[in-house]
T-cell receptor, first 112, second 116 residues
Framework: GEDVEQSLFLSVREGDSSVINCTYTDSSSTYLYWYKQEPGAGLQLLTYIFSNMDMKQDQRLTVLLNKKDKHLSLRIADTQTGDSAIYFCAETTSGGSYIPTFGRGTSLIVHP | GAVVSQHPSRVICKSGTSVKIECRSLDFQATTMFWYRQFPKKSLMLMATSNEGSKATYEQGVEKDKFLINHASLTLSTLTVTSAHPEDSSFYIC????????????FGPGTRLTVL
């Protein structure tokens, strides 16, 4: 299986919350990231969490980390049409020179 | 701060020609830059790690003679796709390790290469 796995698609109604899930396999992960990619563009770092943290909140974004289950989630509150994009989960390890391993990305579609 | 640019954003070329893609860190010095390739509906695949003043380190399965990487200065890395073929068509993204060598990476906007 892949080192970082995500579901490929998520569809939500505008104003609802979106939850994008990610699982990873490397227990020595040090940082876990969420990136956003809009069509035809590069990746934008949304937020990241250090592996000794359980939760991080930044405005509409909440990241939850369950290290025991190797599960990471990104919650977007009050999802807007501008949030439609592909969201990549990534993890780095000190042994990997902090080069991120990416999931395949979750395509978030927000409809009115 | 920490802006990375790529040029060109799109390029179309004929099969057999070579294409150069530039990656620049605009407001910081990047001793390490990375080149990724992204296939449709796929994750980013790391192609190589580029360190200023030294040879790039290529990932397994990436042809170093096909994808030439040069990191001649602390703000510029180039990727040259030599003798391009249609299967080289892809979205190429570079990133640079942040200022002071931190672990965060900053990504360029990507270059869409289409080989006819």
């Amino acid at each position: 299986g892949e080192d970082v796995e995500q579901s490929l698609f998520l569809s939500v109604r505008e104003g609802d919350s979106s939850v994008i899930n990610c699982t990873y396999t490397d227990s020595s992960s040090t940082y876990l990231y969420w990136y956003k990619q809009e069509p035809g563009a590069g990746l934008q770092l949304l937020t990241y969490i250090f592996s000794n943290m359980d939760m991080k909140q930044d405005q509409r974004l909440t990241v939850l980390l369950n290290k025991k289950d190797k599960h990471l989630s990104l919650r977007i509150a009050d999802t807007q049409t501008g949030d439609s994009a592909i969201y990549f989960c990534a993890e780095t390890t000190s042994g990997g020179s902090y080069i991120p391993t990416f999931g395949r990305g979750t395509s978030l579609i927000v409809h009115p | 701060g920490a802006v990375v640019s790529q040029h060109p954003s799109r390029v179309i070329c004929k099969s057999g020609t070579s294409v150069k893609i530039e990656c620049r860190s605009l407001d910081f010095q990047a001793t390490t830059m990375f080149w990724y390739r992204q296939f449709p509906k796929k994750s980013l695949m790391l192609m190589a790690t580029s360190n200023e003043g030294s040879k790039a380190t290529y990932e397994q399965g990436v042809e170093k003679d096909k994808f030439l990487i040069n990191h001649a200065s602390l703000t510029l890395s180039t990727l040259t796709v030599t003798s391009a073929h249609p299967e080289d068509s892809s979205f190429y993204i570079c990133s640079a390790r942040g200022p002071a060598g931190g672990v965060e990476q900053f990504f360029g906007p990507g270059t869409r290469l289409t080989v006819l």
